[in-house]
């Protein structure tokens, strides 16, 4: 019987029998050392960061490169504190599922302490002001997703509690970036004690986004001193970042692999915020983390775990390569056109040379010709890693279903980079994509919600919605003239697409693959293959 606690690890030899890595260091005094000297804190206490910047530290732990581990912060569901981590002695489980079929299982130990954004709790929000205003403190990370960044509506007006925030001031803060902006502005009183504010989330100009939000605060707490602070890169910086690897929701199979060690505790629980928590994570192997080297008051020597650490300029090319060309355009493609025609898993879809050809023809010919080469990663070697390894491995769980949420807010960036690429360079004809607009017609294709058998599916969560559907209303399989006139608006929106495909010459190709695509059941298998041929 195995234990992810304190005194069930004590146990060494029963988890080395049954094949898992154990921390090798003595936690008991990597806690004391961050109690003393805190270094790291983390807001967001999910699953990318259980299994990559936590295992990240691990090693540097293991290797008797750092003395003092993570700080893990959760902000949104306060029951992951309680239920996730401090239940488990604040350990975790990794599991790295490769591509070749093998398991790597490895017992997370790098977390010293955890602890909730709330300040409602004075003993919680205090001690996080304790650690704030401690000036061994280097950086704050974040991984609380692009959403957590937003503190105007589309209007342009703040968010009520972003606006109550400003009004009350920086003292008991209410909303999740208030409650940040207040820990920051401790640490300013306290003698404006220099660190990095740092976004991991998987967003673009991340680092300009957290210091938007913090300025929001510093401008309406009218405070020109704390304002000052945080806007200078000596003493607060908010460096970019590209962040990559995939991680799941954990996945039942995996559960069942960890009951047959006799690992105890695995009974899922459900928060009332609907957070699902396990006390693993399962992943796949390969990450990447691309980071601007900005940190005024030091860092964890993190580039000896793997971490990439340039300038911004390169870090803005990793972004955009991956983004707009080398990955999530393919997964963009994989997901809608896995609804359609039925797939539940990313890497069954890796088995069907249709979808293959489609993603390798979006990549590899009409994406690399226009990605910009940052030069710390090879965009080719990339995207070989991506359709070789990455999204065939039958190890990890990813659905289409899941990559498929929020598809508008995706498609400007993922599709009409390139697509503005194209325009951009006399040289090339934008006409001459042909993968490109096929997925953009398979996107709209999908919002009907019945897939290649005519039958009807449940569209993921999107934001736009309503609209979409609305536009589309009275559209109907096996009736392609019903879709005469459907698509110009939508077409012509610069913000749905990134540019205004009308006139383009563009237009008339997705209209023509999305008639072609409605001609009837079997309709998208058919012209996946007339157009990719």
């Known amino acids: 019987m195995l234990i992810l606690n304190e005194k069930g690890l004590a146990d060494r030899q029963a988890w080395l029998e049954k094949g898992y890595r154990l921390p090798a ?69 990794l599991v790295t599922l490769k591509s070749d079929g093998s398991v790597e299982k490895t017992v997370v130990g790098s977390i010293a302490e955890s602890c909730m954004l709330d300040s409602g709790n004075a003993a919680e929000f205090d001690h996080l002001k304790a650690v704030f205003v401690n000036p061994s403190l280097q950086m704050a990370t974040f991984t609380i997703t692009e959403k957590g960044y937003v503190t105007r509506d589309a209007e342009g007006n703040l968010v009520p509690a972003v606006a109550a925030d400003l ?42 986004k957290l210091f938007a939000a913090m300025r929001v605060f510093a401008e309406g707490w009218k405070d020109e001193g704390f304002l000052a602070y945080i806007s200078d890169p000596a003493r607060v910086s908010f460096p970019w970042t590209m962040i990559d690897k995939i991680t799941p929701r954990p996945d039942a199979t995996v559960e069942a692999m960890l009951r047959a060690d006799g690992l105890q505790g695995l009974d ?60 999530n355009p393919l997964h963009t493609a994989l997901a809608v056109y896995g609804c359609l025609l039925g797939y539940t898993r990313i890497s069954e879809e890796m088995k069907d040379p249709d979808l293959v050809s489609l993603i390798r023809r979006i990549g590899y010919t009409e994406g690399l010709p226009v990605v910009v080469n940052p030069g710390i990663l090879d965009p080719k070697a990339f995207i070989d890693t991506v359709v070789e390894v990455r999204l065939p491995n039958p190890f990890m769980p990813d659905t ?120 009837g059941p079997g309709a998208v298998r058919e012209t996946l293959r007339k157009v990719l041929s």
């Not at 803060?173 to 902006?181: D, F, H, I, N």
């Not at 080297?293 to 020597?301: E, L, Q, T």
């Not at 911004?312 to 990955?327: I, Q």
């Not at 205004?500 to 072609?516: H, P, Q, R």
């Open 167 to 208: 009004a009350a001031g920086p003292e008991k803060p209410q909303s999740y970036l208030g409650k940040v902006a207040s820990l920051l502005y401790a640490r300013y009183r306290a003698g404006a004690f220099p660190m990095a504010m740092v976004s991991t989330d998987n967003c673009s100009h991340n680092g300009e």
């Open 400 to 519: 289409p279903q899941r990559i498929a949420c929020d598809t508008s807010q995706k498609v400007p960036i993922r599709f009409g980079e390139t697509i503005k690429s194209y325009l951009a360079d006399p040289g090339r004809d934008v006409r001459s994509l042909k993968a490109i607009p096929l997925a953009i017609a398979g996107w709209l294709r999908y919002l009907l919600a019945l897939d290649d058998r005519g039958e009807p599916f449940e569209l993921s969560p999107d934001p736009l919605l309503p609209r979409l559907r609305d536009a589309l209303a009275g559209v109907e399989l096996g009736k392609p003239e019903t879709a005469e006139g459907k698509l110009d608006a939508l077409l012509a929106d610069p913000v749905l697409f990134g540019t205004d495909l009308v006139g383009t010459g563009l237009d008339e190709i997705i209209k023509a693959d999305f008639a072609s695509l409605l001609a």
């Open 25 to 93: 260091f003595n936690r008991a005094d990597m806690i004391a050392e961050t109690a003393k000297a805190p270094a790291w804190v983390h807001f967001g206490a999910g699953n990318i960061f259980r299994a990559f910047q936590c295992a990240a530290m691990q090693k540097l732990l293991d290797a008797g490169k750092v003395k003092t581990g993570i700080i893990a912060v959760e902000g949104f569901d306060y029951e992951i504190v309680e239920k996730g981590y401090r239940s488990n002695d604040n350990y975790s489980l």
């Open 268 to 327: 899922p629980v459900v928060t009332s915020r609907h957070t699902y928590i396990a006390p693993f994570v399962n992943a796949e192997e390969s990450e990447y983390l691309v980071l601007e080297d900005a940190f005024p008051n030091g860092r964890p020597p993190l580039e000896a775990a793997g971490f990439y650490f340039t300038d911004r300029d390169t870090v803005n090319n990793v972004e955009r390569m991956k983004v707009t060309t080398c990955l």
